[in-house]
């Protein structure tokens, strides 16, 4: 305060001596005599309120000790109530007479009267209880000790009366008690027991918080002895601390000899200050005595507590004085302000000029930037110190390269800052009078984050998010422009569409995260190996284009598509993961393979599809052999999706015969097209074609079905069972309803589950293992048996082999039709036999064709053989008839 005034007196002085003020007194001076007034009312009002505050204290004090001492008068009366009714009962002969007890349920519901009661009983001479209830319906645990002080005072003293006893730990329930007790007589007056309640500490306890609601005051309830039966706050220590050695509490215990108060207001009159026997701290006191009874209540609260409190409010009245200080002061200086009625166009410009958000500037007729607003300033990053920035555009660092037409449209400038660096604005001029002299006011409105959100949405309209490349939209333009260009200048270009094999397991390893990782590496190394003048964009999913821009002619697309193959070759590093990675490439030239950029894009997705077809790794050229192909592959998918419907699908069946009899054991389940323009269709060509629309989950439902069938009729005919062989594939084996589909179809024909297998290839156990697992084990829950076709063909067979149930094993046709003249052949085919056989394995042989073939087979120890020897695949009707003798 004395630096705010000092501080003033300065300020005053030098408004003195500059002659502002019209009056011979200044305005400081009725100022800081109202500063002493607020100081010395906001003093006497904190007196006021310190000692309102204690008279409030104290009188809840009173209130709420009056009120804890009512409420455990209530509870220790009404226990004597239910002590005097059991003490009546005790001495009533008739009951004693007859041996009935206590009625039911009295002591349950004589406890239960007062939360505050744990139990009531009932306690012979040599203290057995005789009878007791708990609120909780148990018994109790043990008898009344002989030397506990209630027992002891009604046994020596017949006119004890009701008695409190000290605080003891109940040993049943382990709880701090004390007990309401009165001594029962025979009817000669000998000692026949005690009728007791007794009492919960910390039930009290909560029947004493539930009444201060909340208040932070402490509570200490204590005998005539000075025994603290409970304290609020509730603690084990204090609970039968003795506490008669505070005068304080001496005192209020002495008048408890002298026998109840004689109105409530005799009950706790007065409010002492006292040091706590329990904290030592100085505390607020009213005492108050329960009735007639020998209890004590103290009722207290800390007097830091009621200073802390007086704190606050003094805050409050500092804060109340303080704004009124600051009001008036305010107000003397706007009515200051008022008496010198200065105005001044330029606070009233810069106050303008200020709260606009635009940047504005004023300007000399030099070119001088006399006025700039903070916007301007921040905009313009103009120095603090410099200014008024004097001759700022005519300096080495120009900050505007030319003003815009006065009082015309806005118009879009490049503004350099006074760093020299240069931004868009959009600009506008306009004349005015300032000071008595011309100037100039320009508005400006920036252009740089507009243009920067617009490059980010023209970018993210015509890049790729993921690897940043040129997308489907960019490349499309630039095609067209290069093939525009071509046309006119007679030269070539080329299009070489490029995908990833088998793209998704790496999702399924690592995740979409890992995925778009591996496409940046992938969108690195082909903008690497592009030309200047070429365009490397990513098209889609996992499929790139890049578009040769003048190119000699079909050699030099080889080429680049040969370079993209070796681009391949080095693998992909991932976090700590080393990926091989290759992919198809289809290439399309123009004008030889279209004349418009779709066409060429179209024809080079043909390209890359056929050579994916013959095998991954590859460079496919489109032709006029890979657009009828593809013609075919579109009507192919087109019929297929209703050729079921149709009846154009059917099944033939291929018998599997044991090798040593020649008996017919199983058949396998093939599915048949007879297209109705083309005729029969290659079942490799139209299963590749329904794994992809995925039209295979229906027709593979439907064989399986059939194959039931078969094996139904085949038993009804022929009195012996025929397991059917049903292949299934990678798109089946992934739908989770597969084991519930072959469930249903065994249901369906009533056959037993032995009577089905199905055949897997390995294309099916390359996907997610765990996956696959879960999947056999469940159609072998069934118990359907398994069989591993083509075996001998994948990179991993011997892996699978102990990691899938597997029953039989299927040896592939390649190494079939090579025996016996090819040792090579020979020698794999034997190790074959013996690793299965080693392994219980059933072992069938396919494409046996000769009789020399099927010797050899049965010399190796094969067990069943399948091939046109012993006969080629036919309709359902024509197997029963061949192999069963009857016709259908």
């Not at 007196?47 to 009173?62: G, K, W």
């Not at 003490?87 to 206590?102: H, I, N, Q, R, V």
């Not at 660092?397 to 660096?421: F, K, M, N, S």
């Not at 029969?680 to 039931?708: K, M, Q, T, Y």
């Amino acid at each position: 305060m004395r630096a705010f005034l000092a501080a003033a007196g300065r300020v005053a002085a030098r408004r003195l001596g500059a002659g502002v003020f019209q009056y011979r007194i200044s305005p400081l001076v009725p100022a800081c005599v109202l500063v002493i007034f607020v100081m010395l009312a906001a003093a006497a009002e904190a007196y006021v309120s310190y000692i309102d505050l204690r008279a409030e204290t104290e009188q809840e004090l009173i209130t709420f000790s009056r009120m804890v001492s009512h409420n455990l008068q209530r509870s220790v009366q009404e226990s004597d109530v239910m002590l005097r009714h059991a003490g009546a009962a005790f001495e009533d002969e008739l009951w004693l007479g007859y041996g009935g007890g206590m009625p039911p349920g009295f002591f349950r519901v004589l406890s239960a009267s007062s939360p505050e009661i744990a139990d009531v009983f009932l306690a012979g001479a040599d203290g057995t209880i005789i009878q007791a209830g708990r609120q909780d319906g148990r018994k109790l645990g043990h008898d009344v000790a002989a030397e506990s002080d209630f027992f002891r005072t009604h046994r020596d003293d017949p006119d004890a009366g009701l008695f409190i006893s000290d605080p003891f730990v109940d040993e049943a329930s382990g709880e701090r008690s004390f007990v309401v007790s009165r001594r029962l007589n025979y009817s000669d007056g000998r000692f026949a027991g005690i009728a007791a309640a007794r009492f919960s500490v910390s039930r009290l306890e909560g029947l004493i918080a539930s009444l201060l609601a909340g208040k932070s005051f402490a509570v200490l309830v204590c005998k005539a002895n000075g025994r603290v039966l409970t304290r609020h706050p509730y603690s084990e220590q204090v609970v039968g601390m003795d506490v008669s050695t505070s005068p304080e509490v001496f005192k209020a215990l002495s008048r408890l000899s002298s026998g109840p108060p004689r109105d409530a207001r005799d009950a706790g009159r007065s409010v002492v200050e006292a040091v706590s026997p329990v904290d030592h701290a100085v505390r607020l006191v009213s005492f108050a005595q329960v009735g007639g009874l020998p209890l004590l209540v103290g009722l207290s609260t800390r007097t830091d507590e009621l200073t802390a409190r007086w704190l606050y409010r003094l805050e409050w009245i500092a804060i109340s004085s303080l704004l009124i200080i600051a009001i008036v002061l305010l107000l003397l200086r706007t009515i200051q302000l008022q008496i010198r009625k200065i105005q001044s166009e330029k606070l009233r410009l810069e106050t303008i000029t200020d709260a606009v958000r635009n940047p504005w500037l004023i300007l000399d007729e030099d070119g001088a930037i006399v006025r700039a607003n903070p916007a301007a300033r921040r905009e313009l990053r103009l120095p603090e110190s410099d200014r008024p920035w004097r001759n700022a555009l005519a300096s080495g660092q120009p900050i505007l390269d030319r003003l815009p037409v006065i009082d015309g449209a806005p118009e879009r400038l490049q503004c350099r800052r006074y760093d020299g660096t240069e931004f868009p604005v959009e600009s506008s001029a306009a004349c005015l009078q300032w000071q008595g002299r011309a100037m100039i006011m320009l508005q400006l409105r920036s252009l740089e984050e507009r243009e920067r959100n617009q490059a980010a949405l023209m970018r993210r309209a015509y890049h790729d998010e993921v690897t940043g490349l040129p997308n489907r939209n960019l490349l499309v333009e630039r095609m067209s422009r290069g093939l525009e260009a071509a046309g006119r200048l007679g030269y070539s270009c080329g299009v070489l569409f490029i995908d990833l094999d088998h793209f998704k397991r790496v999702n399924d390893l690592l995740g979409h995260a890992g995925g778009d990782a591996l496409l940046r590496k992938i969108g690195e190394r082909l903008q690497g190996i592009a030309r200047h003048s070429d365009t490397a964009a990513r098209f889609g999913g996992d499929e790139f284009v890049i578009f040769l821009d003048r190119i000699d002619g079909r050699s030099e697309m080889v080429k680049c598509a040969q370079r993209v193959l070796e681009a391949f070759e080095p693998p992909v590093l991932l976090g700590d993961r080393h990926l091989m990675v290759s992919a198809t490439v289809g290439a399309a030239l123009y004008p030889a393979d279209g004349q418009a950029a779709e066409q060429l894009l179209k024809n080079a997705d043909a390209a890359m599809y056929e050579a994916k077809a013959g095998g991954r790794k590859r460079i496919g050229f489109y032709g006029r052999e890979t657009s009828e192909r593809l013609e075919r592959h579109l009507d192919l998918d087109m019929s297929l999706r209703g050729a079921l419907a149709r009846g154009e699908i059917w099944v033939a069946y291929q018998p599997i015969v044991d090798a040593q009899s020649g008996e017919v054991m199983k058949a396998e389940a093939l599915l048949r097209w007879t297209h109705p323009v083309l005729g029969p269709v290659r079942p490799d060509e139209f299963i590749a074609i329904a794994e992809e629309n995925g039209s295979i989950l229906e027709l593979g439902s439907w064989v399986l079905d059939e194959a039931c069938a078969l094996s139904r009729e085949f038993k009804a005919r022929s009195g012996r069972p025929l397991q059917v062989s049903v292949n299934v594939s990678a798109v089946q084996f992934k739908d989770s309803d597969l084991p519930r589909i072959v469930d249903r179809a065994l249901r369906r024909a009533a056959v037993p589950p032995g009577e089905l297998e199905l055949e897997m290839t390995e294309s099916v156990l390359v996907s997610s293992v765990e996956a696959v697992n879960m999947r056999i084990a469940a159609v072998k829950e069934l118990g359907v048996s398994l069989a591993l076709d083509d075996f001998g063909t994948g990179y991993s067979s011997l892996s699978y082999l102990t990691r899938f149930p597997f029953d039989t094993l299927k040896i592939d046709r390649a190494f079939v039709s090579r025996l016996p003249g090819n040792p090579q052949s020979f020698e794999l085919t034997r190790a074959i036999v013996a690793m299965a056989r080693s392994l219980d394995l059933k072992v069938v042989a396919e494409g046996v064709e000769n009789d020399l073939q099927a010797r050899t087979l049965r010399g190796m120890g094969c067990e069943c053989l399948q091939g046109y020897l012993f006969g080629r695949p036919v309709g359902g009707g024509d197997f029963l008839q061949a192999y069963c003798g009857t016709t259908s």
